[in-house]
């Protein structure tokens, strides 16, 4: 490799080391069709007035519709965003397809998505080496409580909030009160609402959670003796009585081996259907969450698992 190229690789790599927000300009081409792409070099410029700017390669596709549009609108992508971010990346696609975008009141597309946005006319282009520098003036803008999408090191970040003050009460033994800072209140509240969906559905099927538990337990690890179930059952409260343990067999839901107890094909279809249920609500909670968030509270809940449960046993050994 050339020294120059090696040059401008260290570079590149020193300039990655600076943590920056991701965005994506619009605008307009000459013929009127909406033109975008993902930008790093956002900045502010000015306050009075209000002025902003980005870089735009001279090479990219969209330098002359930028160049001549005379307006552009910036958006400011929230940290869910990456697969826009991506999408605006590439050339050669039809950005805009099946997007919610909208024609603003200076001419540039908005999209119905960002963390912030701001509109803008051009005030100036600049010669900035291999690519231009515009500036513009910000006609109209909004922000929204929106975590940001941050580009760090040749990739995406995400911007954490920091911890609030470790000093300030969350329980009040003497007077018996506690604020919604009280860590078991979430838990157990987590816990109630998010198994809600599951229980609405037991019932609606004439079956109840410790049924559900054991045949979760028997889908994972089978046989087992019935002593064994109610061992591992034990902490959740749901451990099934001899009677519960017979209506399942009564009902096929479960079949009585001489090893033990197993999952029948009608038990393990009732399983499946509950499974994809709370599957399936999971998967909408995750659409309010980035990837890390997930990872890290993932995380946190199994140390907590860890940290409170040393005597209880493995309720079942699959993979997580």
Same mark, same amino acid.
């Given at each position: 490799m050339a020294a120059a190229e090696e040059r401008q690789r260290a570079f590149r790599n020193a300039l990655s080391s600076f943590a920056t927000g991701v965005t994506i300009a619009t605008t307009k081409d000459a013929a009127g069709q909406p033109i975008g792409v993902t930008a790093s070099s956002f900045n502010s410029v000015s306050l009075d007035p209000p002025l902003v700017l980005w870089s735009l390669a001279k090479k990219s596709h969209s330098f002359e519709a930028f160049s001549k549009s005379g307006h552009?609108?910036?958006?400011?992508?929230?940290?869910?965003?990456? &697969? $826009?971010?991506? =999408?605006?990346?590439?050339? @050669?696609?039809?950005?805009? #397809? &099946? $997007?919610?975008? =909208?024609?603003?009141?200076? @001419?540039?597309?908005?999209? #119905?998505?960002?963390?912030?946005?701001?509109?803008?006319?051009?005030?100036?282009?600049?010669?900035?080496?291999?690519?231009?520098?515009i500036v513009g003036e910000v006609m109209d803008f909004e922000a929204r409580n929106e975590s940001p999408l941050l580009f760090h090191g040749g990739s995406y970040a995400e911007r954490r909030q920091r911890p609030g003050r470790a000093d300030v009460e969350t329980v009040n033994v003497e007077a018996g009160s506690f604020s919604d800072g009280f860590l078991f209140y979430l838990i157990t509240r987590a816990h109630y609402q998010t198994s809600k969906p599951i229980r609405d559905m037991l019932q609606a099927l004439g079956s109840s959670m410790t049924e559900y538990l054991t045949m979760a337990l028997l889908s994972m690890e089978a046989p087992l003796a019935a002593i064994e179930v109610e061992r591992r059952l034990a902490h959740t409260g749901h451990a099934p009585s001899a009677d519960v343990v017979q209506r399942m067999v009564e009902q096929d839901l479960i079949i009585e081996t001489e090893s033990g107890f197993i999952l029948s094909a009608k038990g393990r279809e009732q399983f499946v259907e509950t499974l994809a249920y709370g599957k399936a609500f999971e998967d909408r909670l995750a659409d309010h969450l980035t990837a890390g968030e997930i990872a890290d509270t993932k995380q946190m809940l199994r140390l907590i698992i860890d940290l409170s449960g040393k005597d209880v046993p493995i309720s079942w050994r699959g993979t997580a």
């Amino acid at each position: 490799m050339a020294a120059a190229e090696e040059r401008q690789r260290a570079f590149r790599n020193a300039l990655s080391s600076f943590a920056t927000g991701v965005t994506i300009a619009t605008t307009k081409d000459a013929a009127g069709q909406p033109i975008g792409v993902t930008a790093s070099s956002f900045n502010s410029v000015s306050l009075d007035p209000p002025l902003v700017l980005w870089s735009l390669a001279k090479k990219s596709h969209s330098f002359e519709a930028f160049s001549k549009s005379g307006h552009f609108a910036v958006h400011v992508l929230a940290a869910s965003q990456e &697969d $826009l971010s991506n =999408r605006f990346a590439r050339s @050669g696609q039809d950005k805009f #397809g &099946d $997007l919610d975008w =909208r024609d603003g009141p200076h @001419g540039s597309p908005v999209l #119905g998505e960002h963390a912030a946005l701001f509109q803008c006319l051009t005030r100036n282009i600049y010669e900035g080496g291999d690519h231009v520098i515009i500036v513009g003036e910000v006609m109209d803008f909004e922000a929204r409580n929106e975590s940001p999408l941050l580009f760090h090191g040749g990739s995406y970040a995400e911007r954490r909030q920091r911890p609030g003050r470790a000093d300030v009460e969350t329980v009040n033994v003497e007077a018996g009160s506690f604020s919604d800072g009280f860590l078991f209140y979430l838990i157990t509240r987590a816990h109630y609402q998010t198994s809600k969906p599951i229980r609405d559905m037991l019932q609606a099927l004439g079956s109840s959670m410790t049924e559900y538990l054991t045949m979760a337990l028997l889908s994972m690890e089978a046989p087992l003796a019935a002593i064994e179930v109610e061992r591992r059952l034990a902490h959740t409260g749901h451990a099934p009585s001899a009677d519960v343990v017979q209506r399942m067999v009564e009902q096929d839901l479960i079949i009585e081996t001489e090893s033990g107890f197993i999952l029948s094909a009608k038990g393990r279809e009732q399983f499946v259907e509950t499974l994809a249920y709370g599957k399936a609500f999971e998967d909408r909670l995750a659409d309010h969450l980035t990837a890390g968030e997930i990872a890290d509270t993932k995380q946190m809940l199994r140390l907590i698992i860890d940290l409170s449960g040393k005597d209880v046993p493995i309720s079942w050994r699959g993979t997580a």
